[in-house]
């Protein structure tokens, strides 16, 4: 099993940046691929990130390229999910995902969902 716990999430004024941690631990061996999905209220979960754990092949939305970077620490065990540029649009409650395949966009390729963080931007 892995436990992946987020952190980082809070209040930003439009334009400003947050970032966000994801630690993982257990069997994280097994690890194969890391992601970054939101949430808005009223919305479907949506991919946001995507980084294979050897750090080779990295996937965006369109939304967020330019805006937002996806890098991880392994000896640390941690992803991080860098928001720049933020926007209103942004709100959303934030999920880190591991897969033991690999880097999708795809939440159905993730097993192991960590319980997330708010990240809400005011205008």
């Known amino acids: 099993q892995v436990q992946l716990v987020e952190s980082g999430g809070g209040l930003v004024q439009a334009g400003g940046s947050l970032r966000l941690s994801c630690a993982a631990s257990g069997r994280t061996s097994s690890i194969y691929g890391t992601g970054w999905f939101r949430q808005a209220p009223g919305k479907e979960r949506e991919f946001v990130a995507a980084l294979s754990w050897s750090g080779s092949h990295t996937y965006y939305a369109d939304s967020v390229k330019g805006r937002l970077t996806i890098s991880r620490d392994n000896a640390k065990n941690t992803v991080y999910l860098q928001m720049n540029s933020l926007k209103p649009e942004d709100t959303a409650v934030y999920y880190c995902?591991?897969?033991?395949?690999?880097?999708?966009?795809?939440?159905?390729?993730?097993?192991?969902w960590g319980q997330g963080t708010q990240v809400t931007v005011s205008s």
């Open positions: 995902a591991a897969s033991p395949l690999g880097a999708y966009t795809t939440s159905a390729y993730y097993s192991y």
